[in-house]
């Protein structure tokens, strides 16, 4: 059911698509964000998912946008933001979903791909905050809200340091920005997802049903969280009901973080 939390914001969504079958975090938010009220650019590498999700936001009943970018180049992720100011507005929030784990021990993980790493799970967030801030400076207010992941502080039984150190960076990166800029009225805040059930898992950790079963099974509450879960948290950070919360790192985890197990 639509609300209007959000209604006449304008949002960003960076990584808005989904990489395989089924409900990514990305859509699932950008989705929410609709039922909010705001105006959605469905910002994502692949145009067709990112044309895809926008007509899904449109059929909610608001204004939505489509626009195919790679955030790890500084060129395309400015074309884009231009690209929403001009068709949509100024940004009221921003939100930084893309991410992926690579897995390999730092052995198995060649320089190249490290880099590759750091790039898209940490400086792409860099690249649209250097292009968005500009603009919520101007207007006095906005919110990044950054997605990053339980890994960024605990071990989760995956190996994969790229991943685990530049989710780190997003954390403090986020720490950085809410108290750089909080005076002038703009939040940031960090969304830490534990073990959520997306297309991701299937394509890039494991397809077997056994050890999809056992992924349930690490979380304290014996299920994997949904796309849904991180997209309740987003819309209420970017909601004036949470005027007074900046610079947090969320989990979103159902207790994951506070368990001594896996």
Known sequence: MKSCELEGKVVLVFG???SGVGLSNGEATALAYADAGASVAAIDVN??????????????????LGVEADVTKSS???????????KLGIPDVLHNNVGSPRLGSILETEPDAWRASVELNLTSAYLTCRETLPHMLEAR???????SSLASIRDTGYVYPAYNA????????TVSLALAYAKQGIRAN??????INTPLVTQQITEDAQALAARHEMSPTGRMGSPEDIANAAVFLASDKASYINGVC?????????SCIR
Request: proline share 3%; glycine share 12%; charged share 20%.
């Open 76 to 86: 395309e992720v400015a074309r884009a933001v231009a690209t929403v100011v001009h």
């Open 190 to 195: 960090a969304i830490l997802p534990g073990l």
């Open 16 to 18: 808005a698509g989904s």
């Open 166 to 173: 530049a989710k780190a960076g997003l954390n403090q990166l």
């Open 141 to 147: 207010r906005g919110v990044i809200i950054n997605v």
């Open 47 to 64: 145009r067709h998912e990112a044309e895809r999700v926008a007509a899904r936001i449109a059929d909610v009943g608001v204004s939505s």
């Open 250 to 258: 969320l989990p979103v985890d159902g207790g994951l973080s506070m």
